[in-house]
């Protein structure tokens, strides 16, 4: 037996577990990673360091440092619009409107208009439109691009708005649009466009951090509309791919004055990816006309120290009044998410989850499966879609308040990704999103609360085999 070989082993072991106990995560995860480093003398401390660390969180946190140094904050301030607006609600949902832009990192902020963009065709139509009218700068964000004629005409505009003097900037995250290259967006540079990835995984640069992705999907036109949601860029996205099928998911269009936090978001990752500090007045141009519409961003990722669009949604979830319909491309909700789902439907509101039947991600489905007795009992309705693939993340919460944004509602949304989501008081949008959702709950399998217990000991045994990989799916 090689000792010496053995020894190394351990003391990698015993060096990693200090840093593994200082890191203060989840008992489960830091238990997780102890054991894992124990069973695996030099196999668990190499995946630890790879996939575990904190590193891209502490670079991202120091890239926050110095943009926060280069002057005031766009999205700490709320405009004399917003308080106006906020000041014709009724004395409890000021404050909970209040609250929540206590429990954002970014304030409450006002919109002119908002839009809802259904499916994948509708909103690159639209998103088309507005890149060719703009102006002056084209600001474009998502995890997934694919090499496919959907994204090549999307494209294919952006270099034509940058051959006409448009500021065209794309942020891509590399791990979901692996195996893609820089070259690929090589005829964008010539155009005087600019690239860039989000630095969540380069070997070159020693960046080994594939557990944290940037999930955000945000698109700004002349600081003045931008769109938010789950929509990834490709003909998967339009349901023009014969292997995948029908893909339903959801996109907001806003504009006026809450673009300009929005804005600050792209700027914030744009400087981690390339040190550009966008903070020049031309982005954040003055709202125009009435600003009578709420919109408080949510803005969540490992780099801050609470877990914002949970906390949000476990209060939207506590203080609705008739209803709270929610649909998730990917479920697997931590203990608070599912607490604030039961306690919600005991008091009478009509709880409602549409979740993915089939999934692009087959374990997923079980993963979700393995929470709906737990939900089920506690009157919690539950839809499977099964006419395509759901990948929308939304929420409908009485008759005025709609969510609409990239976060799921599972561990990895909540905690390891960097994700966006945008909380709207528009009831005129609110109507739009009840029918969606209505027409999909309709074409949608309820699942029967006394059925679904009986399911066969097979299937128990794969919901509960796959549960506990939630986090890392």
């Known amino acids: 037996m090689h000792w010496p070989f053995v020894w190394i082993g351990y003391l990698l072991t015993w060096a990693t577990i200090p840093h593994i106990l200082l890191r203060n995560k989840p008992p489960a995860s830091t238990l997780a990673w102890i054991w894992a480093v124990i069973l695996f003398p030099y196999g ?18 120091r890239a926050r440092r110095e943009l926060d140094a280069s002057g ?3 999205e700490r301030r709320v ?6 607006a906020a000041a014709q609600l009724p004395e409890a949902e000021r404050r909970s409107v209040e609250l929540l832009s206590r429990l954002n990192e970014y304030a409450i902020s006002s919109a002119d208009e908002t839009r809802l963009l259904v499916d994948g065709g509708n909103f690159f139509a639209a998103l088309g439109e507005r890149i060719d009218e703009a102006q002056h700068h084209v600001h474009v964000e998502f995890y997934i691009w694919q090499k496919d004629a959907r994204a090549e005409a999307m494209l294919d505009r952006l270099v034509a708005a940058a051959r006409r003097g448009v500021e065209v900037r794309l942020l891509l995250d590399p791990i979901g649009c692996f195996p893609m290259r820089r070259s690929h967006f090589a005829r964008l540079l010539e155009a005087g466009g600019k690239f860039a990835w989000f630095r969540t995984a380069h070997p070159l640069r020693n960046q080994w951090t594939f557990t944290l992705r940037n999930h955000r999907k945000l698109q700004i036109i002349d600081g003045r509309h931008c769109f938010v949601g789950g929509m990834n860029m490709g003909r998967e996205y339009a349901g023009e791919d014969p292997a995948v099928g029908a893909w339903r998911d959801l996109q907001i269009e806003i504009t006026g004055g809450a673009t300009r936090k929005f804005q600050m978001v792209f700027a914030d990752d ?5 040190k550009e500090k966008l903070l020049a007045p031309k982005y954040y141009p003055p709202p125009e006309g009435e600003q009578s519409l709420l919109v408080q961003p949510m803005i969540d990722g490992p780099d801050g120290p609470d877990d914002p669009i949970e906390m949000s949604l476990v209060f939207m979830l506590n203080i609705a009044r008739q209803r709270v319909w929610l649909t998730a491309g990917y479920f697997g909700p931590n203990e608070p998410l599912l607490t604030a789902l039961q306690l919600s439907a005991q008091r009478g509101v009509d709880v409602r989850m549409l979740v993915a039947g089939k999934s692009d991600h087959p374990l997923l489905v079980n993963i979700g499966r393995s929470y709906y007795e737990e939900l089920l009992r506690y009157g919690v309705k539950i839809y499977e879609y099964e006419t395509g693939i759901n990948h929308a993340k939304v929420a409908l919460v009485d008759e005025e308040w709609l969510m609409v944004g990239s976060a799921n509602l599972d561990v990895r949304s909540m905690r390891l990704n960097f994700e966006l989501n945008a909380l709207v008081r528009d009831p005129a949008t609110a109507a739009h999103l009840e029918r969606v959702l209505s027409a999909d709950f309709a074409a949608s399998r309820r699942i029967d609360a006394k059925e679904f217990p009986q399911r066969s000991r097979v299937q128990r045994w794969k919901e509960s085999l796959v549960r506990p990989l939630a986090p890392l799916i």
Do not use: C, H, N
């Open 44 to 61: 668990g401390p190499i995946f630890y360091l790879i996939f575990g660390t904190d590193r891209l969180v502490r670079q991202r946190l």
């Open 72 to 74: 005031a904050r766009e």
């Open 79 to 84: 405009s004399a619009d917003t308080k106006a």
């Open 270 to 274: 744009w400087f981690f990816a390339t």
